[in-house]
């Protein structure tokens, strides 16, 4: 069964601070692992890191995938409190006709002024 | 665009009712996909689609069935509601790179 772990499970920094946030997978037919951003409502997508794109960068949030160690880290340098919600990651796998998307339960990220 | 749109927002079912979770994209995109999130649990696909005509089962597909007529529309069909489908169901559209996901639908059974 596809795993994906995700630490810490919150986080509480100061305005300014750089944070790492960790994922680690478990999956057959490894295809991709994608970070999200939740607020309130829906996810929104941030990144997709690929065995050919293995470090991405926006703005202040960069994330680096590491197929050997199987984990992934979320990067956030000079938070905001904008930067509040919770960061999820998902790995996609697929294989004989399949396909499995198998998310964390994401980390809680609380940025206070 | 309006994106990926859900209805409806919110909705209260007594056990063993049925009722269908509309979703609505006007991106073309050809994947489109169907998750519920439990508090604390992240989220679970249920069903996916790779195109019109195309769906196939994700990792909690029991007691739900979807179709994909067109391009554009992906409902989620709830057979029998039980309390363990209450849950905030998200549904997505992508074009295989990163996915778009609709405001959600938030359903109590009880």
């Known amino acids: 069964e596809d795993k994906v772990v995700q630490s810490p499970l919150s986080l509480v920094v100061h305005e300014g601070d750089t944070v790492t946030l960790n994922c680690s997978y478990e999956?057959?037919?490894?295809?991709?692992l994608l970070w999200y951003k939740q607020e309130k409502k829906a996810p929104t997508f941030l990144f997709m890191l690929?065995?050919?794109?293995i470090e991405k960068k926006s703005g202040r949030l960069s994330s680096i995938l590491d197929k050997k160690e199987l984990s992934s880290i979320l990067n956030i340098t000079a938070t905001q409190t904008g930067d509040s919600a919770i960061y999820l990651c998902?790995?996609?796998?697929?294989?004989?006709?399949?396909?499995?998307?198998?998310f964390g339960k994401g980390t809680k990220l609380s940025v206070i002024p | 665009n309006a994106g990926v749109t859900q209805t409806p927002k919110f909705r209260i079912l007594k056990i063993g009712q049925s009722m269908t979770l509309q979703c609505t994209q006007d991106?073309?995109?050809?994947?489109m996909y169907w998750y519920r999130q439990d508090p604390g649990m992240g989220l679970k696909l249920i069903y996916y689609?790779?195109?019109?005509?195309?769906?196939d089962k994700g990792e909690v597909p029991n007691g739900y069935n979807v179709s994909r007529s067109t391009t554009e529309d992906f409902p989620l069909r709830l057979e029998l509601a039980a309390p363990s489908q209450t849950s905030v169901y998200f549904c997505?559209?992508?074009?295989?790179?990163?996915?778009?996901f609709g405001p959600g639908t938030r359903l109590t059974v009880t």
């Open positions: 997505a559209s992508g074009t295989g790179i990163g996915q778009y």
């Open positions: 999956v057959t037919n490894f295809r991709s």
């Open positions: 690929t065995s050919s794109g």
């Open positions: 998902a790995v996609e796998s697929t294989g004989a006709g399949s396909y499995q998307l198998t």
């Open positions: 991106m073309n995109h050809n994947y």
């Open positions: 689609s790779v195109g019109a005509g195309i769906t």
